[in-house]
């Protein structure tokens, strides 16, 4: 099916700082759904998920982390609060390399939001954490030992 994806792109999505992948959509019920390469489904296309779109490709595709590793939007208990991570990338040995969260590009990255990954990274233990509104991407290492996170001009291919 054919859409106006300019009409789109003025109504819901932004050029995000990202190179430009390509996506399948869809329409379903005057809801456009975005297709995810990771849970293999048609999800509605939301300022949000057209970040961690973005991000989900830009990760698989410049940064080389294989789709088997990575995980999307999976439940996380958080002081006994339901939360939802939005990307997080394991190690073959099952330890997490990074944790990614996305906010809508007209959400500022603030403290709050720092201090929301750093919560979720008390569970998950990444060795790195990523947030993005699609507009401004920054980069964390963690530093256990000094119960801290360095900052990074971007996140490390996968090799690395």
């Given at each position: ?20 992948p390509?996506?399948r ?32 490709h ?52 603030n ?12 569970i ?37």
């Amino acid at each position: 099916m054919k859409f106006n994806f300019e009409k789109i792109k003025c109504n819901l999505l932004l050029n995000l700082n990202f190179p430009k992948p390509h996506f399948r959509f869809k329409n379903s019920e005057n809801n456009i759904s975005i297709f995810d390469i990771i849970r293999k489904k048609f999800v509605v296309l939301q300022p949000e998920e057209w970040v961690r779109q973005h991000c989900i490709h830009y990760l698989i595709e410049y940064k080389n982390y294989p789709k088997s590793l990575i995980n999307v939007e999976k439940e996380l208990k958080v002081n006994d609060l339901k939360k939802r991570y939005d990307i997080v990338i394991y190690k073959p040995d099952g330890t997490i390399q990074l944790i990614v969260e996305c906010k809508a590009p007209n959400i500022e990255i603030n403290q709050k939001v720092f201090d929301q990954i750093a919560r979720y990274n008390l569970i998950l233990n990444a060795d790195y954490l990523m947030v993005t509104n699609g507009i401004n991407h920054y980069y964390c290492q963690m530093d256990f030992e000094n119960e801290k996170y360095l900052f990074l001009k971007d996140i490390p291919n996968y090799s690395e």
